[in-house]
Antibody, heavy 125, light 112 residues
Framework: EVQLVESGGGLVKPGGSLRLSCVVS????????MSWVRQAPGKGLEWVGR??????????DYAAPVKGRFTISRDDSKNTLYLQLNSLETEDTAMYYC????????????????WGQGTLVTVSS | QPVLTQSSSASASLGSSVKLTCTLS???????IAWHQQQPGKAPRFLMK???????NKGSGISDRFSGSSSGPDRYLTISNLQFEDEADYYC??????????FGGGTKLTVL
């Protein structure tokens, strides 16, 4: 069974930084496209960013609210996905989930097909 | 950019069936969507990928009580023989190569 385990969340002051990790097991990580999704307390789900596999270029893409502040990276030797959060704002307070990205063979459509349990980031002075 | 619209809440009785709706915005009626379930205090879980044809592919271990269907811009999630464990928030999401992912606002399902 595919497992995604996030870590690295915590309390940080506005303007601070944090790095989240997501270890993936029972999955061909090096071929996977991966993503981060967040959920503010009592709110809905919001896509944060995505990284392609290295074979597909390893490129990243980000949602507008985090572009220029957050960076996604991966270490395929460790089956680990990272999310570097810089210049944090109170609005970034949320549970952060890593996900695998499923790709429909016929259409190329992307969707989230496995989720981690999440790690909580709280930005407060 | 596609927009997904969901009712904020729904309720149904134990043992009955319920049909949740996710509506795609104009011009996006043929988009594939995915349904996710989020039980209280837990992470989301992928339920299924649902095409405009009504064909769907469920995630590993998802009960036969969950099924999907489509009509025009509407994507449906039907849960039969409702159980208390089905009480959860249900989110639809879709993807676009230009704008990436969007989520619906979620439907909170109460089992009476």
């Amino acid at each position: 069974e595919v497992q995604l385990v996030e870590s690295g969340g915590g309390l940080v002051k506005p303007g601070g930084s944090l790095r989240l990790s997501c270890v993936v097991s029972e999955f061909t990580f090096n071929k996977a496209w991966m993503s981060w999704v967040r959920q503010a307390p009592g709110k809905g789900l919001e896509w944060v960013g995505r990284i392609k596999s290295k074979a597909d270029g390893g490129t990243t893409d980000y949602a507008a609210p985090v572009k220029g502040r957050f960076t996604i990276s991966r270490d395929d030797s460790k089956n680990t996905l990272y999310l570097q959060l810089n210049s944090l704002e109170t609005e970034d307070t949320a549970m952060y989930y890593c996900t695998t990205v499923g790709i429909d063979i016929l259409t190329g459509h992307n969707y989230f097909d496995h989720w981690g349990q999440g790690t909580l980031v709280t930005v407060s002075s | 950019q596609p927009v997904l619209t969901q009712s904020s809440s729904a309720s149904a009785s134990l043992g009955s069936s319920v049909k949740l709706t996710c509506t795609l915005s104009s011009g996006h009626s043929r988009y594939i969507i995915a349904w996710h379930q989020q039980q209280p205090g837990k992470a989301p879980r992928f339920l299924m990928k649902l095409e405009d044809s009504g064909g769907y592919n469920k995630g590993s271990g998802i009960s036969d009580r969950f099924s999907g269907s489509s009509s025009g811009p509407d994507r449906y999630l039907t849960i039969s023989n409702l159980q208390f464990e089905d009480e959860a928030d249900y989110y639809c999401e879709t993807w676009d190569s230009d704008t990436n992912w969007v989520f619906g606002g979620g439907t909170k399902l109460t089992v009476l």
